[in-house]
């Protein structure tokens, strides 16, 4: 009895693990330039993105997610890719989605709803610490306090807020997800 309920779970986690890891088909592509005190120094290109102010993180999610299923100007479908972005713009919450590479500013379906926007994140450099567990508020504060202390410890310069990325389906366990808190920095070296 005990080792079919150890089989149960084992099957049950690697079943939902694995698709909570393939079920998106791309990343936002970056270039590892450096690795240094428990962090990652990347480069990212121009990204296209399609974002909702988050007055609740679920509204948010709902406007982005008709978003990619169609509520768009030529009702074309998206797959989700990774990451979901949440940012402090102006004061203001922002969840974010990133687009398909295949899109450019010019062939992006229009949102339908007029709380949705497309936006373009510039080239950068970004600072970069991933942890698992829960993407709570209280996870993320305490992974961005540690990776902008590190900054302040190695000298590079923070520009603007820190940046919450989530990578996982909200089923993947605790001990599989994978999480990051990011800064974009001045990065002269």
């Given at each position: 009895?005990?080792?079919?309920?150890?089989?149960?779970?084992?099957?049950?986690?690697?079943?939902?693990?694995?698709?909570?890891?393939?079920?998106?088909?791309?990343?936002?592509?970056?270039?590892?330039?450096?690795?240094?005190?428990?962090?990652?120094?990347?480069?990212?290109?121009?990204?296209?993105?399609?974002?909702?102010?988050?007055?609740?993180?679920?509204?948010?999610?709902?406007?982005?997610?008709?978003?990619?299923?169609?509520?768009?100007?030529?009702?074309?479908?998206?797959?989700?890719?990774?990451?979901?972005?949440?940012?402090?713009?102006?004061?203001?919450?922002?969840?974010?989605?990133?687009?398909?590479?295949?899109?450019?500013?010019?062939?992006?379906?229009?949102?339908?709803?007029?709380?949705?926007?497309?936006?373009?994140?510039?080239?950068?450099?970004?600072?970069?610490?991933?942890?698992?567990?829960?993407?709570?508020?209280?996870?993320?504060?305490?992974?961005?306090?540690?990776?902008?202390?590190?900054?302040?410890?190695?000298?590079?310069?923070?520009?603007?807020?820190?940046?919450?990325?989530?990578?996982?389906?909200?089923?993947?366990?605790?001990?599989?997800?994978?999480?990051?808190?990011?800064?974009?920095i001045d990065w002269n070296k």
């Amino acid at each position: 009895m005990k080792n079919n309920l150890i089989f149960f779970f084992a099957l049950f986690f690697s079943i939902f693990f694995s698709y909570s890891v393939s079920m998106a088909n791309e990343e936002a592509k970056y270039n590892v330039i450096k690795k240094q005190n428990g962090y990652e120094i990347r480069l990212y290109q121009d990204r296209l993105i399609v974002q909702a102010v988050m007055e609740e993180e679920s509204g948010a999610f709902r406007k982005l997610f008709k978003y990619i299923n169609g509520a768009n100007n030529v009702s074309e479908k998206m797959k989700m890719t990774i990451p979901v972005t949440q940012v402090n713009k102006n004061n203001t919450s922002v969840m974010q989605f990133y687009l398909p590479s295949k899109f450019s500013k010019k062939t992006v379906p229009d949102p339908t709803n007029s709380e949705v926007t497309i936006e373009t994140i510039k080239k950068g450099y970004f600072a970069v610490i991933q942890y698992s567990g829960w993407a709570s508020k209280k996870n993320f504060i305490k992974h961005s306090d540690i990776l902008r202390q590190k900054l302040i410890e190695d000298k590079i310069s923070v520009e603007g807020f820190a940046i919450k990325a989530t990578y996982n389906a909200p089923f993947t366990p605790p001990p599989f997800r994978r999480n990051e808190a990011m800064f974009r920095i001045d990065w002269n070296k």
